[in-house]
């Protein structure tokens, strides 16, 4: 990332006991918040985000807003059943 919002890359590892990537997700975003961390944005690997969909999280962030949630639509359910 370049400009105002460029920051350092640091690997976080975090060992999570359950094969679970709620949890697992959950274990990041609260060593992110231990760590000051103000703005944690996460997705699902099989998600299709919208264009522009984290610039207008950086946006939300700037105006000090506390949270942003969306809805997922899909698209094709062929091969996951009921």
């Known amino acids: 990332m370049h400009g105002p ?4 890359r640091v ?6 006991a359950r094969r679970d990537v709620g949890a697992a997700r959950a274990a990041g975003v609260r060593e992110l918040i231990r760590r000051g961390t103000t703005w944690v944005a996460t997705t699902d690997p099989d998600m299709l985000v919208p264009a522009g969909w984290l610039t207008a999280q ?3 962030a700037a ?3 506390d949270v942003m949630v969306g809805s997922v639509s899909v698209t094709d359910w062929i091969g996951h059943p009921p």
Not at 5 to 8: C, I, L, Y
Not at 11 to 16: D, K, L, T
């Open 11 to 16: 690997a976080i590892v975090n060992e999570v």
């Open 58 to 60: 950086l946006r939300f």
């Open 5 to 8: 919002h460029r920051r350092d």
């Open 63 to 65: 105006q000090r807003r």
